[in-house]
């Protein structure tokens, strides 16, 4: 099976597509030349390998993980370290991948949204290192969250622009970053933080993620005698770090399974489960599965990891879900943290709550495999952003305690 | 076409075109809204649907969808309105603007029956470019609706022929980069792009994004065929808000909008 989506209309199957104003339309296809002509491109092909080697050091181990395998007693874990990444997660790949290609285009400035400011850091780190003016746009509800991301980022370089509309929070962020890419598509690049938005964005940021899954069954290969893993494990926020790892054994016939955060469960209304609860619709420019109203009002989500906390799903998610060629779970807040300790303790690893969710995951299939199977996680980060709130809830749960 | 649809297209020029929020400040101050519309000398109405993530709308019209989605408005409930508003006299076409993703989760027969049932003669969806949009086009001609199509001044020659060719009802073109709101400068290449416009196509041509006063239209003159006006005019009943809920102050209210309008509406005359 050969992958032919997205068609030239951004479309995978019914999903994707370009549900813009007509003001973006121009700035859209510039930016598919762009990007048609970047990736054809030697030189930057080159400059971009340059930069991910020397730069935010790839490519990262695969780990074995033999303390975790042996207590689960099932198939053998493998984590893909993107937490090893410079600071400290996938993002940086496509970070890196989209400055680049706004340089190339000579574009001054980039603007990002972000959610948690896990993004925002990477687009301002990109920014500084390659001479673009950068301005991030957070939800003011995300900003009193995220204090110390928005710090960094001002470190960086960069302008935090606070986003007062709607409910605060990424969903708005993105809305308003797509906004204001409107009235300045002239000299401005909108360096996007998933695999999500109007076509060719999904497209693009699944190219520059797609090095996850490459490097990832390269090194697995080379570690096997040339033999595949069973099955591949991802968190999915929008979908990024998934998207990449799965690019490199999509079409070979390896299990994939996607994790979107159930947050407090389903049922209690309070999850991020944009697949498993979600309905067709667009968000972001967009048609994807989304969280919404029965009237198609989109609606907030909820998670205990700020990287999933998105109401919808890059597209071409939603069509492997569709086509059945993923396996898409659900992992309650709960179940992530438990994770997030074993690996500590079994590991030595503090991965990040978005990761977390692929490891809880993880741990339910490897117990259900056999010993001679295999599995990879994709580690999309590392934790050392959520021990604040790992603080929080530890003090929670002892106060309970007493 | 509807018939309202034809009349309006032979109407004196400039035309003028006037976006409210539907429920916005409530749902039956939306009504009396649109007759003071109306009577001002508009020639069509726009009547927005409140979204929650209206991307192409900068924060006037945030505000007004956030107080109508409050209010409990929704796209069947402001299209049931417009049978309201036909009872009271409006004659005038009324076009629902929507962003796709409403029109989508209420179905589009369930639409186009409902627009048929209220009087409806155009659509307008701001975010469905010309590309996206084929299908649901071709749906309008069949349901006799308006499919009312946007171009902008990054819209590229080849596309602008394409969009001018199959414009519905008028062409909708968008003065200035960016998202609605009112704002004192336009994109200068604006003449040629107006020209190019016009040459493409064989409905009115209408200009909108940003205009606030008369003054600014008239630098326009002869290079269209009429306005669009949406924030300055939702800025108005954002204002008169409180008034117009009142059952003492609404009719003070209405004078007081009536008052602005009689001073952004565009003097009427035939160019040669
Ligand atoms: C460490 C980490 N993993 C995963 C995600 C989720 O994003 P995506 O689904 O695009 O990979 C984020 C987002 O901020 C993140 O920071």
């Not at chain 1, 070979?252 to 389903?266: F, P, T, Y």
């Not at chain 1, 590991?347 to 809880?360: D, Q, T």
């Not at chain 2, 009324?94 to 179905?107: C, E, K, R, S």
């Amino acid at each position: 099976m050969k992958t032919v989506y997205p068609d030239s209309k951004g479309r995978y199957g019914q999903f994707g597509g370009k549900f813009v104003p007509e003001t973006i339309m121009f700035a859209l296809e510039d930016l598919e030349r762009g990007f048609l002509e970047a990736i054809n491109d030697e030189d930057f092909k080159k400059d971009l390998e340059h930069e991910l080697t020397h730069y935010s050091g790839r490519p990262t181990p695969l780990t074995y993980a033999g303390k975790l395998t042996e207590r689960l007693g099932g198939a053998g874990i493998y984590l893909k370290r993107e937490d090893l990444n410079h600071t400290g997660a996938h993002k940086i790949n496509n970070a890196i991948g989209q400055a680049l290609l706004a340089k190339r285009m000579g574009k001054k400035k980039i603007i990002a949204e972000t959610g948690a400011g896990q993004h925002g850091v990477a687009a301002a780190t990109a920014a500084a290192r390659y001479g673009l003016e950068c301005k991030v746009y957070m939800g003011e509800e995300d900003i009193r969250r995220q204090e110390l991301n928005v710090f960094r980022m001002k470190l960086l370089g960069a302008e935090v622009i606070p986003v007062t509309s709607g409910t605060r929070t990424l969903k708005d962020a993105t809305n308003e970053a797509i906004r204001q890419w409107v009235s300045a598509v002239e000299d401005t690049f909108y360096l996007i933080g998933s695999a999500v938005g109007p076509h060719p964005y999904p497209k693009i940021v699944k190219e520059f993620q797609s090095v996850i899954g490459f490097e990832a069954k390269a090194q697995y290969k080379e570690m096997h005698g040339g033999k595949l893993p069973d099955k591949v494990v991802a968190c999915v926020g929008g979908g990024s770090n998934a998207i990449g790892i799965f690019a490199g054994f999509v079409n070979e016939d390896v299990k994939l399974v996607g994790v979107e955060a159930g947050g407090k469960g389903i049922l209690t209304g309070l999850h991020a489960a944009t697949m498993a609860n979600g309905r067709e619709g667009v968000i972001h420019g967009s048609l994807t599965y989304l969280l919404q109203s029965e009237e198609g009002q989109i609606q907030e989500p909820y998670s205990i990891s700020a990287g999933l906390d998105y109401p919808g799903v890059g597209p071409e998610h939603a069509y492997l879900k569709f086509t059945k060629r993923v396996d898409y779970q659900c992992i309650t807040d709960e179940e992530a943290l438990e994770a997030l300790n074993i690996l500590c303790l079994e590991e030595g690893i503090l991965c990040a709550l978005e990761s977390a969710h692929a490891v809880a995951q993880a741990i339910k299939e490897a117990k259900a495999m056999s010993p001679d199977e295999n599995l990879i996680i994709c580690l999309s980060g590392r934790g050392d952003k959520d021990v604040h709130t790992l603080f929080e809830q530890q003090k929670e749960e002892d106060s309970h305690d007493q | 076409m509807t018939n309202r649809m034809k009349e309006f297209q032979n109407l004196k020029t400039p035309l003028f075109v006037p976006f409210i929020t539907a429920g916005d400040p409530s749902l039956e101050a939306t009504v009396d809204l649109a007759l003071a519309l109306q009577n001002e000398g508009a020639s069509a109405l726009e009547l927005g649907i409140p979204y929650s993530d209206p991307l192409a709308d900068g924060p006037v019209i945030q505000r007004a969808s956030l107080r109508a989605l409050k209010n409990g408005m929704s796209l069947e409930k402001a299209i049931k309105l417009v049978s309201d508003m036909r009872e009271k006299g409006l004659t005038i076409p009324v076009i629902i603007f929507t962003y796709y993703n409403l029109l989508l989760q209420l179905g589009e027969q369930k639409f186009f029956e409902l627009a048929a049932q209220h009087d409806i003669d155009g659509l307008l969806v701001p975010d469905m470019p010309f590309e996206e949009s084929k299908e649901l086009h071709e749906a309008c001609l069949q349901h006799d609706l308006s499919f009312i199509s946007l171009a902008a001044p990054t819209t590229s020659r080849e596309r602008l022929k394409e969009i001018g060719r199959t414009a519905q009802g008028f062409l909708y073109c968008i003065s200035s980069l960016g998202v609605t709101g009112t704002r004192t400068s336009f994109a200068n290449d604006l003449d040629r792009f107006l020209e190019n416009a016009k040459a493409s196509s064989h409905v009115p041509v209408l200009v909108g994004f940003g205009l606030s006063s008369r003054e600014q239209m008239q630098q326009f003159e002869g290079k269209c065929d009429g306005f669009i006006m949406g924030s300055a005019i939702v800025k108005k009943i954002e204002e008169l808000g409180p008034e117009l809920v009142n059952e003492e102050t609404k009719d003070k209210a209405i004078a007081a909008f009536s008052d602005f309008l009689s001073k952004v509406v565009p003097v009427k005359k035939v160019y040669s």
